[in-house]
């Protein structure tokens, strides 16, 4: 029951920092691709999506103006257009930084491991999402390394909206880290 309670805390704490990030002015996808769907295998669906259980590995696709997870027979699908904020893991670590990182670690309840998706060893998309009665959901992803910033163009092309320009975004993978 307590890890169900901190996982719950910390799941909204996730969704509130995505939301914080939609006080900027959100940034419209150029084209709305309604043809061939960009796919992204081996996809972890950490924690969010609707009908599913927590940690189940599928296929990402972005398609037909939806976000679509299929694992086996089971699919998911997330109309882009309802799709408020798109985040990947450059983005959250330049809100959270490097001592917060550090911190995570000492979270009560296993809750270290679910900060730990926000650090730069694997690649995290999260979006957050309106569903048809106007709740607002969040979702988070983990995706092959190098995968985040490709599901995410996928995404604005479908309709899905962001406050971090991908162009922003590439820029900041494009620079070398640096360390202190």
Same mark, same amino acid.
């Given at each position: ?18 939301? $914080? ?10 084209? $709305? ?10 996809? =972890? ?16 696709? $972005? %398609? ?6 299929? =694992? ?105 880290? %640096? =360390?202190?």
């Amino acid at each position: 029951m307590k890890m169900l309670r901190a996982y719950t805390i910390l799941f909204a704490a996730a969704v509130v920092s995505m939301g $914080a990030g939609s006080l900027a002015a959100p940034c419209l996808a150029q084209d $709305a691709n309604t043809g061939n769907g960009t796919s992204f295998a081996d996809t =972890k669906q950490v924690i969010g999506l609707e009908g599913l259980k927590h940690n189940v590995t599928g296929t990402l696709v $972005a %398609e037909n103006g939806s976000l679509v997870f299929t =694992k086996g027979k089971q699919k998911v699908v997330v109309p882009a257009t309802s799709i408020q904020e798109v985040l990947t893991g450059k983005d959250t670590e330049r809100a959270l930084g490097g001592t917060v990182g550090t911190l995570t670690m000492f979270a009560p309840y296993g809750g270290g491991r679910f900060l730990s998706l926000f650090r730069t060893k694997i690649d995290t998309l999260s979006i957050q999402y309106l569903d048809p009665s106007g709740g607002m959901h969040g979702a988070i992803f983990t995706l092959t390394q190098g995968n985040a910033l490709s599901a995410k163009k996928a995404l604005l092309s479908q309709g899905a909206r962001t406050s971090v320009p991908v162009e922003v975004e590439a820029v900041a993978q494009a620079k070398p880290k %640096e =360390k202190k």
